[in-house]
């Protein structure tokens, strides 16, 4: 081939039609694409990795917020808060991203607001511009105390002495008053302890003021149960003879030592409603036993009888002196100094009234729910201004306006109930003063006997207290307690409940303990709100 031909080829080659063929061909495109969407992949797993890491350390140093303010804004903490969050975050190495602590404390309540603030470098974002990420952390606690009102119930009924339940009961309960008047908590927080067993006591006082009526004063000998006048509720004229008894200077009398109202004579028209008892007449609730039990004698591990002294007081082994003492008091309302407790925060009086409330007769759960539930009633509020006036002295000056509307957004109010029994029959003796009711059981003497409502009718009136009490217009928060009651008693504790998780079975001390202390826990739950 001549050198012009070869030039003409050449020229042939990359002409127009050479280029348009160059540009038709595809070999080497995918690769270049491949590798495009290769490096599109790499930026955007290197951005996730950043973010995770960003993500990581952002929830490390909220969690240390979180923790800290919890801590510091708990009402019990005796530290300043701001030192409470400066030493968590200084456990946990992030003191230098702690940019600010603002504690706010008042009477019943503490706020800790923290906050934080940290960067974190790019390993991939750089790529793009973007060098470091923000990590902000806030967090706010607040533990306040609102108005609390609680009416605390306990069954202080006969069976209360099997399987050492009482002593068991005592510690538990008072553990839970420490609990809940922990504090600044005492400031706000009034109790009802409502002890009770076939009938509840509301006192002397609440007695006369809700038109209790007592029945006579009659002259009764000290063998056939008569007691010294000088503790009594009634009086003979002192020109009238009295009972004789081991002391000659005593004036022996009919018992009248307790002070329960019946209003199931008024045909249950008080349980209809969440008031105090309002038929303005009732009659006193006799003075008897229905069963026998009130003549066991408390007897230490060996099964002797433990000797009591003139203030109450077990005398040891070997000590001259002192009588045996009867398990439980005779009565199916507790007596006197067995009653209620209005609205107090005094811990050392109710612990007290827990250390020496007396076993009683009988089960009647459903009038104290009824008591405990009319004490949260803001109806009553006139009845607890009474008793604060400092004559009666019968309720804190404090809490003389309690209590507090249902609608009040500052108040909380709750219902402990516990009993260890199904609810019973009502029982009264035919005579209110037969010469036999201070020492002879009804049971032992049937004749005598007369049942006011039936075992289903109380069930009934329970159920209607409770419901009264959940409706949304009262929205009381009620806790139930079943110790060592398995079947009807829990099922009635289960009904009653405001939720399944209000509702405590416990068997044995450490239950018993348990169950109060988580109740009283959540009475003063710590509340985190940011």
């Known amino acids: 081939m001549t050198q012009m031909s070869q030039e003409r080829q050449d020229n042939h080659e990359t002409g127009p039609e050479g280029l348009s ?3 038709r061909n595809e070999d080497g495109v995918m690769t270049i694409f491949s590798i495009f969407i290769m490096l599109m992949m790499l930026m955007v797993a290197g951005i996730g990795v950043d973010l995770m890491q960003n993500e990581m350390r952002r929830t490390a140093l909220q969690n240390t917020v979180d923790r800290a303010v919890l801590a510091a804004a708990d009402l019990d903490q005796t530290r300043p808060p701001t030192a409470v969050v400066e030493d968590y975050f200084d456990k946990t190495g ?3 991203f702690l940019t600010d602590v603002d504690p706010q404390a008042g009477l019943n309540y503490r706020t800790v607001t923290a906050e934080a603030f940290m960067r974190t470098n790019t390993q991939f974002m750089s790529l793009l511009g973007v060098d470091t990420l923000p990590v902000p952390a806030f967090s706010q606690a607040v533990e306040d105390v609102p108005n609390v009102e609680i009416s605390l119930v306990l069954d202080i009924s006969g069976s209360m002495r099997f399987s050492n339940r009482m002593q068991n009961l005592r510690p538990a309960a008072k553990e839970f008053i420490d609990i809940v008047l922990l504090g600044p908590a005492a400031n706000t927080t009034s109790i009802n302890l409502i002890p009770y067993a076939g009938q509840t006591n509301p006192g002397p006082f609440m007695f006369d003021r809700l038109g209790g009526i007592r029945y006579s004063a009659e002259a009764l000998d000290e063998d056939e149960g008569g007691r010294n ?7 003979l004229p002192a020109d009238e003879d009295a009972g004789e008894g081991s002391d000659p200077d005593v004036r022996y009398v009919y018992p009248n030592v307790s002070s329960c109202i019946d209003f199931d004579l008024y045909n249950n028209l008080d349980f209809l409603h969440d008031e105090l008892p309002s038929q303005s007449n009732y009659e006193q609730t006799a003075h008897f036993m229905n069963w026998r039990i009130a003549s066991e004698i408390i007897r230490d591990a060996d099964g002797d009888p433990i000797l009591f002294d003139e203030n109450d007081e077990p005398i040891e082994e070997g000590q001259p002196g002192g009588t045996p003492r009867k398990v439980m008091d005779w009565g ?3 007596q006197d100094q067995t009653s209620i407790i209005y609205a107090s925060n005094n811990a050392t009086q109710l612990k007290q009234r827990i250390d020496t409330m007396r076993m009683h007769d009988g089960t009647g759960t459903h009038y104290a729910m009824k008591w405990a539930l009319a004490l949260l009633n803001p109806d009553s ?3 607890f201004a009474e008793m604060a006036r400092p004559a009666n002295n019968l ?3 404090q809490f003389a306006d309690r209590p507090l509307p249902y609608n009040d957004t500052e108040t909380v109010k709750y219902i402990v109930l516990m009993t260890d029994g199904q609810i019973t029959e009502q ?5 209110t003063m037969h010469q036999e009711n201070p020492t002879v059981e009804l049971n032992d003497r049937k004749s005598d006997r007369k049942q006011i409502t039936s075992q289903s009718t109380n069930v009934t009136n329970f159920k209607r207290q409770c419901d009264l009490a959940k409706s949304s217009d009262r929205n009381v928060v009620i806790y139930t307690i079943a110790f060592e009651a398995p079947g009807t008693p829990e099922d009635q504790m289960r009904y009653c409940a405001s939720s399944p998780g209000h ?4 068997t044995g001390k450490a239950e018993i303990a348990a169950a109060f202390a988580t109740i009283a826990r959540q009475i003063n739950e710590l509340r985190l709100t940011q």
């Open 332 to 334: 199916w309302c507790p």
């Open 503 to 506: 509702f405590f079975p416990a």
């Open 381 to 383: 509020q006139p009845d």
């Open 21 to 23: 063929e160059f540009a």
């Open 427 to 431: 029982v009264r003796p035919k005579n």
């Open 94 to 96: 992030l003191r230098e």
């Open 229 to 235: 006048e000088l503790f009594n509720n009634t009086r």
């Open 395 to 397: 309720v804190p000056p």
